[in-house]
């Protein structure tokens, strides 16, 4: 039961343009939402973050948004750099003492 | 500050050989965690320590993995005996206590079941 679910395998866009990926859950207990970055070769890096009771969050170029009624999440980068082409993660967490439970990973590629 | 050390970085064995694979968190962190990344796959849960005591250990497939961390630092994660589908990258992560959001992830031990 995949409870994170990342439907794009893959995303590919010009540098200086807005990067969207895309995030889906199904656990209704899940109050805390990550996003992880993962070059290859190297494990994840915390990226952005975001609780249930906000439906923004911001750092920099990188903004989360959560719609909960939809069960939705979304990365957005804005502008994207070549050095944004990872494999970005969703995780979430279900109250503090819970594991994460991770997507499957959208993988970005930033063109010039 | 070091980061999550792992190793080693590559194993390749045959199936029904056993291996293991050592973890040093980030110091004074007393949360660890072991995750089992399968090509193509998020990483999933195997095992979580709290200092040297097991929090979640639902997930770990106990006929055949095992994991320890007798004095609260070092964690150490064996197979025995592989199976091919034990073909993944094997990541450590620790945490500070407090800050449940952020986890810090070594760089994966990749191991190759033939």
């Known amino acids: 039961d995949q409870q994170v679910k990342q439907n794009s395998p893959s995303l590919s866009v010009q540098e200086g343009r807005i990067s969207i990926l895309n995030c889906d859950y199904t656990?209704?207990?899940?109050?805390?939402f990550l996003w992880y970055k993962k070059y290859p070769a190297e494990g994840p890096t915390f990226l952005i973050s975001?609780?249930?009771?906000?439906d923004k969050n911001e750092d920099g170029r990188f903004t989360v948004f959560l719609n909960k009624s939809a069960k939705h999440l979304s990365l957005h980068i804005v502008p994207s750099q070549p050095g944004d082409s990872a494999v970005y993660f969703c995780?979430?967490?279900?109250?503090?003492?819970?594991?994460?439970?991770f997507g499957t990973g959208t993988r970005l590629q930033v063109t010039l | 500050e070091a980061g999550v050390a792992q190793s080693p970085r590559y194993k390749i064995i045959e199936k029904r050989q056993s291996v293991a694979f050592w973890c040093n968190p980030i110091?004074?962190?007393?949360?660890l965690y072991w995750y089992q990344q399968i090509l193509g796959q998020g990483p999933k849960l195997l095992i979580q320590?709290?200092?040297?005591?097991?929090?979640?250990d639902s997930q770990l497939p106990k006929d055949r993995f095992s994991a320890e961390r007798l004095k609260g630092v070092d964690s150490t994660l064996k197979i025995q005996p592989a199976k091919l589908e034990d073909s993944a990258v094997y990541l450590c992560?620790?945490?500070?206590?407090?800050?449940?959001?952020?986890?810090?992830f070594g760089p994966g031990t990749r191991l190759t079941v033939l």
């Open positions: 110091s004074g962190h007393a949360t």
């Open positions: 656990n209704s207990m899940f109050d805390y």
């Open positions: 995780a979430a967490f279900a109250g503090t003492a819970s594991k994460l439970t």
């Open positions: 992560a620790s945490r500070n206590t407090g800050n449940y959001n952020e986890q810090f």
């Open positions: 320590f709290q200092n040297n005591g097991v929090v979640d």
């Open positions: 975001i609780s249930s009771i906000k």
